[in-house]
């Protein structure tokens, strides 16, 4: 019986030593993994990469990419994706990539979530004129945000 004590206590140890040795994803593996996902249309395991909060940004973009044509589809998922820089500071990080159709950078911001690096996405993101909710008063007339810094005109 102390044989069999001390054999599953060695296992025990084993096992956890090894699964304590598990190499988590850098930021890049993260960056480059999100991107294939989008590129697949793969929203599912995009979400897996992306924070609590990124979840309805990815969401839209579902939405949006449900009304791309075959061939805007195809040109997406034939496209290369290379990470050109990573700037990591603590808990946050920068990846840039370089999408090869069209030959832009691309700025994902990630951050630790639970110890793992996730990306994090805004709505400003993906709509960039998007105002948030509340951020500036609307003039209903031509909802616009309403310029605060004036003096009301003088009748």
């Known amino acids: 019986m102390t044989s069999y004590l001390r054999i599953l206590t060695l ?7 090894l699964s304590s040795c598990k190499k988590r994803a850098s930021p890049q593996e993260v960056a480059l993994n999100f991107m294939h996902a989008i590129q697949e249309s793969n929203f599912d395991l995009a979400r897996d990469y992306a924070t609590k909060e990124s979840q309805q940004v990815i969401q839209l ?3 949006f990419d ?7 589809r195809d040109k997406i998922k034939k496209a290369g994706i290379k990470v050109i820089e990573t700037e990591e500071n603590g ?7 370089l999408n090869s159709s ?8 990630l951050v ?8 994090s996405l805004t ?3 993906i709509i960039p004129n998007y105002l948030p909710p509340s951020s500036a008063p609307l003039d209903s007339t031509n909802m616009q945000p309403q310029d605060t810094t004036s003096p009301l005109p003088m009748k």
């Open 11 to 17: 296992a025990l140890l084993f096992g956890t030593v």
């Open 61 to 63: 973009y579902s939405f």
């Open 66 to 72: 449900a009304r791309r044509n075959d061939s805007e």
């Open 91 to 97: 808990d946050k990080a920068t990846v840039t990539v």
């Open 102 to 109: 069209s030959q832009q950078k691309e700025r994902l911001q």
């Open 112 to 119: 630790k979530e639970n110890g793992r690096w996730k990306i």
């Open 123 to 125: 709505f400003e993101s």
